[in-house]
T-cell receptor, first 109, second 115 residues
Framework: QKEVEQNSGPLSVPEGAIASLNCTYS??????FFWYRQYSGKSPELIMFIYSNGDKEDGRFTAQLNKASQYVSLLIRDSQPSDSATYLCAARGGFKTIFGAGTRLFVKA | NAGVMQNPRHLVRRRGQEARLRCSPM?????VYWYRQLPEEGLKFMVYLQKENIIDESGMPKERFSAEFPKEGPSILRIQQVVRGDSAAYFC?????????????FGPGTRLTVT
């Protein structure tokens, strides 16, 4: 059974801090990895995707991928209360994308 | 450029009725995925379709559920003889290609309530 595991949280950080969200995946054949943000009652919104080992930065967001450890992370710098949401990690191998259950992030003002 | 469109946004059905959920992918996208999400739970894959083809339906319940993506028109997820356990949010996502990075863009979802 291919799985994507995330800590369900909640992860609570003060405004302005760095939020670090982590994810592990079981399928070594996974080729690309995604982070989605989902506000309560809304649909998932794509934040970033990464497919090469290392870091990928986009504004306040940095995705990190370590294929040897089967580990993906998302760093959110200068966290804002509006970043409070559930963050879904997903791994794609072939044409199948597996989603984790999500980590709830709460940014305190 | 319009995003993924789903309708209706909210659907109420009595037990035993049929529910039809529609999804129009983003322009230029030929791959459609359906997911179900129960409250406080993750996304569960149901089915992956291309025009006129079901590519992977491994997440679909064997009975009462079916999906199609005709040559013309939206993709349809059909649930026959709905039961209370079918109450959930159903999301459609589309993707521009199959062999690329495979990023999916989600529609707003249909919230199905079975009374």
């Amino acid at each position: 059974q291919k799985e994507v595991e995330q800590n369900s949280g909640p992860l609570s950080v003060p405004e302005g801090a760095i939020a670090s969200l982590n994810c592990t995946y079981s399928d070594r054949g996974s080729q690309s990895f995604f982070w989605y943000r989902q506000y309560s009652g809304k649909s998932p919104e794509l934040i970033m995707f990464i497919y090469s080992n290392g870091d990928k930065e986009d504004g306040r967001f940095t995705a990190q991928l370590n294929k040897a450890s089967q580990y993906v992370s998302l760093l959110i710098r200068d966290s804002q209360p509006s970043d409070s949401a559930t963050y879904l990690c997903a791994a794609r191998g072939g044409f199948k994308t597996i989603f984790g259950a999500g980590t709830r992030l709460f940014v305190k003002a | 450029n319009a995003g993924v469109m789903q309708n209706p946004r909210h659907l109420v059905r009595r037990r035993g009725q049929e529910a039809r959920l529609r999804c129009s992918p983003m322009k230029g996208h030929s791959h459609v995925y359906w997911y179900r999400q129960l409250p406080e739970e993750g996304l569960k894959f149901m089915v992956y379709l291309q025009k006129e083809n079901i590519i992977d339906e491994s997440g679909m319940p064997k009975e009462r559920f079916s999906a199609e993506f005709p040559k013309e028109g939206p993709s349809i997820l059909r649930i026959q003889q709905v039961v209370r356990g079918d109450s959930a949010a159903y999301f459609c996502a589309s993707s521009p290609d199959r062999t690329g990075y495979g990023e999916q863009y989600f529609g707003p979802g249909t919230r199905l309530t079975v009374t």
